[in-house]
């Protein structure tokens, strides 16, 4: 098939960095020219060590001078790289498809408001939801004007859940014009590994026994002879790390392992090693990081909050329970810790369910969409 066009992608994030941006970026650059698509590349990250400032106008240009001969352009967040892009596709007057991952006024608001450290603690976590009805500063209302703008401004949007659909709807956006187009999962498990690009077969063969490791090399590897939970994610205030440390203080037959900062391979031969994965998160749009650990057979308590429920059901791929219940996370935990039978049945269920997630069903999704 041969479609002959040309795609301009703006990019917050590309690998070596980590995060959906840039693993979606990987998977386009490798897989969109397979189906007659030229792509084109413009990566915030190559003017980042500019200062504040000079860097977005040094981006502005470096996609201004990318969108010559270009068909459509994709943002893939619609403030630092989808406000540059949905100005320049104006000027040239070109398709503009914006990628909605998530809310990055809320982002910020939230994060405000841990680091000044509220004292009532009911008032530290605000929902994504809670956020769409209320009014905060002024940098805040201009960041979130700024990507309900650019969002209402695009000709389609795309988002990785159901959940951040409803999200987008919040921001003035009618359903029509959003598109749910789940995250990619290129492991061995999803799809022939001869089908994929050179790129995305090296991700997937980290994934398999030959180049991990079995669950007990690794464990002697890392010197764990106790059983371990791990957890792993940005240190951010919304991901619970806090409540799940002192949680482990209470089962001191376990061990915790936290990872804010690791190499991927390390990281995932420790989550291969582990015996639970926790992610008490408050917010997820759709975590590829689930996915990861999905494909690789730990079993997984997180919360059912954002995009959590449409990878995980409760009870079948993993257990499923409320933001920071301490009484909840603690009796999770305990139960799959001493019951091995059914932490493997549901591991073995979420394994299965991963390979609903191939880069074949993604691509072909936004194919159908830039068609």
Same mark, same amino acid.
């Given at each position: 098939?041969?479609?002959?066009?040309?795609i301009l992608i703006?990019?917050?994030?590309? /690998?070596?960095?980590?995060?959906?941006?840039?693993?979606?970026?990987?998977?386009?650059?490798?897989?969109? /020219?397979?189906?007659?698509?030229?792509?084109?590349?413009?990566?915030?990250?190559?003017?980042?060590?500019?200062? =504040?400032?000079?860097?977005?106008?040094?981006?502005? %240009?470096?996609?201004?001078?990318?969108? *010559?001969?270009?068909?459509?352009?994709?943002?893939?967040?619609?403030?630092?790289?989808?406000?540059?892009? %949905?100005?320049?596709?104006?000027?040239?007057?070109?398709?503009?498809?914006?990628?909605v991952a998530g809310?990055?006024?809320? !982002?910020?608001?939230?994060?405000?408001?841990?680091?000044? =450290?509220?004292?009532?603690?009911?008032?530290?976590?605000? $929902?994504?939801?809670?956020?769409?009805?209320?009014?905060?500063?002024?940098?805040?209302?201009?960041?979130?004007?700024?990507?309900?703008?650019?969002?209402?401004?695009s000709e389609k949007?795309?988002?990785?859940?159901? %959940?951040?659909?409803?999200?987008?709807?919040?921001?003035?956006? $009618?359903?029509?014009?959003?598109?749910?187009?789940?995250?990619?999962?290129?492991?061995?498990?999803?799809?022939?590994?001869?089908?994929?690009?050179?790129?995305?077969? !090296?991700?997937?063969? !980290?994934?398999?026994?030959?180049?991990?490791? @079995?669950?007990?090399?690794?464990?002697?590897?890392?010197?764990?002879?106790?059983?371990?939970?791990?957890?792993?994610?940005?240190?951010?205030?919304?991901?619970?790390?806090?409540?799940?440390?002192?949680?482990?203080?209470?089962?001191?037959?376990?061990?915790?392992?936290?990872?804010?900062?690791?190499?991927?391979?390390?990281?995932?031969?420790?989550?291969?090693?582990?015996?639970?994965?926790?992610?008490?998160?408050?917010?997820?749009?759709?975590?590829?990081?689930?996915?990861?650990?999905?494909?690789?057979? $730990?079993?997984?308590? @997180?919360?059912?909050?954002?995009?959590?429920?449409?990878?995980?059901?409760?009870? =079948?791929?993993?257990?499923?329970?409320?933001?920071?219940?301490?009484?909840?996370?603690?009796?999770?935990?305990?139960?799959?810790? *001493?019951?091995?039978? %059914?932490?493997?049945?549901?591991?073995?269920?979420?394994?299965?369910?991963?390979?609903?997630? @191939?880069?074949?069903?993604?691509?072909? !999704?936004?194919?159908?969409?830039?068609?």
């Open positions: 098939m041969s479609m002959n066009r040309t703006a990019t917050p994030l590309y /690998p070596p960095d980590v995060g959906g941006p840039a693993t979606f970026a990987k998977t386009l650059e490798a897989e969109l /020219p397979k189906w007659g698509f030229d792509v084109r590349l413009v990566k915030f990250g190559e003017v980042k060590h500019l200062p =504040k400032g000079i860097r977005h106008l040094a981006y502005f %240009y470096k996609l201004f001078t990318a969108a *010559l001969g270009a068909d459509t352009i994709l943002a893939f967040d619609p403030v630092s790289v989808g406000l540059p892009a %949905y100005i320049v596709a104006r000027l040239f007057g070109k398709k503009f498809i914006v990628r809310d990055y006024a809320w !982002e910020q608001e939230q994060g405000k408001r841990q680091n000044a =450290k509220v004292k009532n603690t009911s008032q530290k976590f605000l $929902t994504p939801e809670e956020f769409q009805t209320k009014k905060f500063g002024f940098v805040t209302e201009v960041r979130r004007w700024v990507e309900r703008h650019v969002a209402k401004s949007i795309i988002v990785p859940s159901q %959940y951040l659909k409803k999200i987008v709807e919040m921001w003035g956006v $009618t359903p029509e014009k959003i598109s749910v187009i789940y995250n990619a999962f290129a492991s061995d498990n999803s799809i022939p590994l001869r089908l994929l690009s050179d790129e995305l077969r !090296e991700d997937a063969v !980290e994934l398999s026994e030959q180049v991990l490791g @079995t669950r007990e090399e690794l464990r002697k590897k890392f010197g764990w002879n106790k059983k371990i939970v791990i957890s792993a994610g940005r240190d951010v205030p919304w991901k619970g790390f806090s409540l799940l440390r002192e949680v482990m203080k209470e089962i001191p037959e376990a061990g915790l392992f936290v990872a804010h900062t690791l190499q991927k391979k390390e990281l995932l031969e420790r989550i291969k090693a582990a015996d639970l994965f926790v992610l008490n998160t408050g917010y997820e749009g759709l975590s590829h990081q689930l996915l990861e650990v999905m494909s690789i057979g $730990t079993p997984i308590i @997180t919360t059912n909050v954002g995009g959590n429920p449409e990878l995980i059901e409760n009870g =079948k791929e993993g257990i499923l329970i409320q933001y920071n219940d301490r009484e909840a996370l603690k009796r999770s935990i305990m139960e799959l810790l *001493l019951i091995p039978e %059914y932490s493997a049945k549901l591991a073995r269920q979420a394994k299965e369910k991963v390979k609903q997630f @191939t880069v074949e069903k993604m691509v072909r !999704e936004l194919i159908a969409l830039l068609s």
